[in-house]
């Protein structure tokens, strides 16, 4: 008894010290600006309390909504982003000569600052960028596009950068998720008669629905809180066209001062990645296996 509680005891002061990160820059903040979206904040003057002024207010302004649609349309990257890593995670999981070099090599641009990812796509979608030459000079473009300045493709152009970042990241886990998977059941299947096809969708897939859905959970969450690639591609133009919460509520503290309000937005904010965390997490629970955990 005493030796297990002095590894547990061991284990704790392991974790102490992020654990003491996490309340001084994470927890904290986040219980401070509970009580923040009730006030009209002043960071020089008197601060007023408003009640419910700043969820009123944010209920009315347009732009909320924009960036409220704009970030659940973000959303839209996972399904692809989840299905193209599961591709991904099979085709790297092959013991064949230097699988591991392409291993770290698909998985970069996770490790890769989002600032300098987005700035070297943003050369890519330039209007004289790689991109725009290579279309204009295979006759696909009569005239280049500002992928980035056109409200038509600015969002989707920012989805499709999130989502090449986060292929390799997703990869790792489910190639991890298909190395837990005992051979004998692949090898049983090919016995009985069974194409790799069946094996796939039948054994592979099946068994991988835990991995699915907590890679599913976890970029639903990045989807609605994405902010960095945004912020330094297009901060939120052309117009609102890509405008989305996070960006929004940053804007509106750091920009306008107006902290009450950024804080009642971000509550707001927090009220759906919960609702949306629940949602996956009910369903995953019944039809994709998370209770495993």
């Known amino acids: 008894m005493e030796n297990k509680l002095k590894k547990s005891l061991i284990a704790y002061l392991f974790i102490l010290p992020a654990m003491i990160f996490l309340v001084i820059f994470v927890f904290y903040p986040i219980v401070a600006s509970i009580p923040l979206a009730f006030y009209n904040y002043s960071v020089l003057g008197q601060s007023k309390y408003v009640g419910w002024a700043n969820f009123t207010r944010a209920l009315h302004d347009h732009v909320f909504w924009i960036s409220v649609e704009n970030s659940l349309l973000f959303v839209g990257v996972v399904p692809p982003l989840q299905v193209l890593s599961i591709i991904l995670a099979i085709l790297v999981n092959r013991k064949i000569r230097g699988i591991s070099f392409f291993r770290a090599l698909y998985y970069i641009p996770v490790v890769t600052s989002m600032v300098a990812v987005s700035i070297t796509w943003g050369w890519i979608f330039d209007p004289q960028g ?164």
């Open 130 to 293: 790689l991109l725009n030459s290579f279309m204009i000079s295979h006759g696909i473009f009569s005239k280049p596009i500002s992928f980035l300045n056109d409200p038509r493709f600015a969002l989707l152009s920012l989805m499709f950068i999130t989502l090449w970042q986060g292929l390799g990241y997703y990869m790792m886990i489910y190639l991890a998720g298909l190395q837990s998977i005992p051979k004998e059941l692949e090898e049983s299947a090919y016995v009985d008669g069974a194409t790799k096809t069946q094996v796939l969708f039948r054994i592979t897939i099946p068994l991988l629905k835990p991995y699915i859905w907590l890679c599913t959970f976890m970029s639903v969450l990045s989807a609605v809180r994405v902010f960095d690639v945004v912020y330094v591609l297009t901060n939120g133009g052309p117009g609102n066209a890509t405008m989305v919460t996070s960006l929004y509520s940053f804007q509106k503290a750091f920009t306008n001062f107006d902290f009450g309000y950024s804080s009642a937005i971000g509550l707001l904010v927090a009220i759906l990645t919960t609702t949306l965390s629940i949602l996956v997490f009910m369903y995953g629970g019944r039809k994709g296996g998370m209770s495993y955990y």
